[in-house]
């Protein structure tokens, strides 16, 4: 699959998700090349239709897309709940756990995901994998001791890189932390992983999202399809 047909799938799951936003809803929004579609479309309803929601958003970068639009965003703690939110994924496994991070949102993106009373991703069907760890882990550490804290990773066979930008310069999040990616292959044990990486002192989030999904869109070249969690 090449890059304009892996889009036109994005896009095609961004805009079937959009229908789950509807008016007086206080909506997640989370950050990624398939979340700019999905934002996109709710731009264009807002515009067009007259929708009227209210955002909150897991990265700067989606906040300043949305109130391009004029969608409303607030912050987190201005809500008392969010209706639902609705984020990209790199990858996601049968059992509804999934690895984000790519775009180094992790720690906002869980913070929402958390706070939601239903998860929605979005996903071209490229991230549907048997097994996931194919795709780098991220990590968010602060910097203070990273160096230490991707010895320790080394140590222990997780394969850490710090990720870096085109300059040569560690990423920062929105937290200005920096991100380290475990090239791990294949994760068989998701929840003994995340025990280990949470309990790593310097370690601020992880980007394993165990079991914290209720419904993936996929985008498929048949048309977007809905996996469903039996367990949420
Ligand atoms: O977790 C994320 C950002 O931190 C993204 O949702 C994830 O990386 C998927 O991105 P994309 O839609 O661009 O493939």
Avoid: C
């Amino acid at each position: 699959m090449d890059k304009a047909q892996q889009d036109a799938l994005k896009k095609a799951a961004g805009i079937e998700a959009a229908k789950l936003i509807q008016n007086g809803m206080i909506a997640g929004l989370g950050t990624g090349s398939t979340v700019r579609f999905l934002v996109d479309e709710l731009g264009r309803r807002v515009q067009e239709e007259g929708l009227q929601f209210t955002g909150v958003t897991t990265s700067r970068r989606t906040q300043k897309q949305a109130e391009g639009y004029g969608i409303k965003i607030v912050n987190i703690d201005d809500v008392d709940h969010i209706d639902i939110t609705i984020d990209g994924a790199d990858e996601v496994d049968k059992n509804f756990n999934g690895i984000k991070g790519g775009g180094a949102a992790l720690l906002w993106e869980k913070i929402v995901a958390i706070n939601s009373n239903k998860v929605v991703w979005i996903v071209d069907q490229s991230k549907v994998v048997d097994t996931i760890g194919k795709f780098p882990l991220p990590v968010e550490v602060i910097p203070f001791g990273s160096g230490q804290v991707v010895r320790k990773f080394e140590a222990k066979g997780y394969k850490p890189t710090l990720r870096l930008d085109a300059d040569g310069n560690p990423v920062l999040t929105d937290e200005n932390d920096y991100v380290v990616d475990l090239h791990l292959e294949r994760i068989d044990h998701p929840q003994e992983l995340a025990e280990d990486l949470i309990h790593t002192v310097g370690v601020v989030e992880h980007g394993l999202f165990l079991n914290m999904v209720d419904q993936v869109i996929v985008g498929d070249p048949a048309g977007p399809r809905v996996l469903t969690n039996p367990n949420k």
